[in-house]
């Protein structure tokens, strides 16, 4: 028992003088809680064609999300847990089935092997896209078509070189989307060029091309926002992806421009206005909707209020109108409550 | 009983003291941290020297040069504002300043001004990243809703640049040659 104290205190001791020489961030813990009211206008709650903000006349739950990062001298992990619907049955993929579960947002451990070159392996939130799973990242409480259909997250293994504050290069391989564990193996590459032309103005060139949605696909993604003056700022996602079969339904291409004005220090007005069209494939003919949603972010402290009035139209009748029967437009309310700490 | 009151005293007035740290204004109504030092027993060549060192070498990834002459050195550097929570913290944004440096025989003077807060998001790989590019003046009177908020950044503000203002005395107050060699020494076991 002695040496076994003995040994422990030994250990315990030696680790604190390899963390004295070791430069150590402190442990970081963040995460955010929401919660929203939406009211559907035709009383559907299938007229929701995107993700989260399903329910239909009823306070409900977002989800509690749990962040922890660490860096110990030149690596690092973060680990990022979330719970409740928008965390779990509704983020893909739920730990266990039943979607009774939670959602691993991130997982991954990193490595700067100097200034300019760093890896990373692990599961992360997806480089693809300008909308994230989190409330707290995105504007909209709503999530966009492209959001909706493109992949939420990607296990793998990527490299990034920052040649300058203005251009750094992302190249990687990953499992198929969404997953904990590959199920066709690790099928696919992706990289992602950012440049920073403007101060203020960042643009990101996105692709991922193998395993993914219908089978293998390739996936090319414009993601780009510009803080034109302080009070003004502008956000562009465009992005196509296109299925190899071309028989399977689930290719796509769309459009969404995001313009933010800040009315005031704690008050911010932001319109997101979207085309996206579903590519036809065999008998499967195309279809396109476009979506005008209207927000404000209402800030106090860590708490975020986002009211929201949101219009989609589609030519083929997808929603649903009061007394059930199709109909080319939907529409819907909401009241967010985000709390980010 | 007593000891208790007189505890709960003693931490409410630490408390209120720490509250009540605020950053001077300037000429032009901007916020400053100015120090002047006495400094008898080191040289102004030597001053100017280690100061540029503290700005080149010691805060490298955080200060950037702007400009030095015989007596004075000029940056421009950011400090990253952390938000605590109990015993956890993480960054909340960062401040960017610039810092000007000037001797004279036997002392020297020193500030930080222009300070832009940049509020810090977490992104999509739960990294805390700049929300924007363009600054908020330290300076500015907050609404109401963010007025909370806004206090709790000065605060951390002000103990941050305190302490920048602390390590910058000290680094120039120590001869770190004579420490290295300090450090260096060896003990030998043969002799008692």
Known sequence: MKKLLTAIFTMASTTCALAQEVASSPLEISGSVDTYFKYDFAKNPLNAKTSFVTDHNSVSLGMIDIALKKKTGKASFVGELSFGPRGQSQSIPDAAAGGSSFNIQNLYVNYDFTDEFSMTAGYMGTFIGYEVISPVGNFNYSTSYLFTNGPFQNAGIKATYKFSDKVSLMAGVFNDWNVYSATRGVSAVGGQLMVAPVEGWTAYINALSGAGFGGYGTIVDLTTSYQITEKFKLGLNAANYDIKDSSVPGSYAGAALYPQYAVADAVTIGLRGEYFKVKEAGAVPETAFTAVTLTANIKSGGLTFIPEVRLDHNSDKPFFNKSGAAAPNGGQFSLAAVYAF | ?192
């Open chain 2, 1 to 192: 009983m007593k000891y208790i009151l007189f505890g709960f005293l003693a931490i409410f007035s630490v408390k209120l003291s720490a509250q009540q740290k605020q950053f001077s204004k300037d000429d032009n109504g901007k916020f400053i941290y100015y120090q002047v030092v006495d400094s008898q027993l080191v040289s102004k060549d030597t001053l100017l020297q280690r100061a540029r060192s503290f700005v080149n070498v010691v805060y490298k990834k955080s200060m950037k040069p702007e400009g030095s002459t015989d007596s004075s050195v000029l940056a421009k550097g950011t400090m990253v504002i952390d938000k605590t929570i109990l015993v956890a913290s993480h960054p909340s944004g960062e401040v960017s300043y610039n810092f000007v440096f000037e001797a004279r025989q036997g002392k020297y003077r020193f500030w930080l001004t222009d300070m832009l807060f940049i509020p810090y998001q977490r992104d999509r790989y739960g990294n805390f990243v700049p929300a924007t590019t363009i600054g908020v003046p330290l300076e500015r009177t907050p609404g109401k809703l963010g007025a909370g908020a806004w206090k709790d950044i000065l605060n951390s503000t002000y103990n941050k640049v305190e302490k920048f203002g602390d390590e910058f005395k000290k680094y120039l107050a120590t001869n770190r040659v004579e420490k290295t060699k300090k450090n260096a020494e060896t003990i030998s076991t043969k002799k008692w």
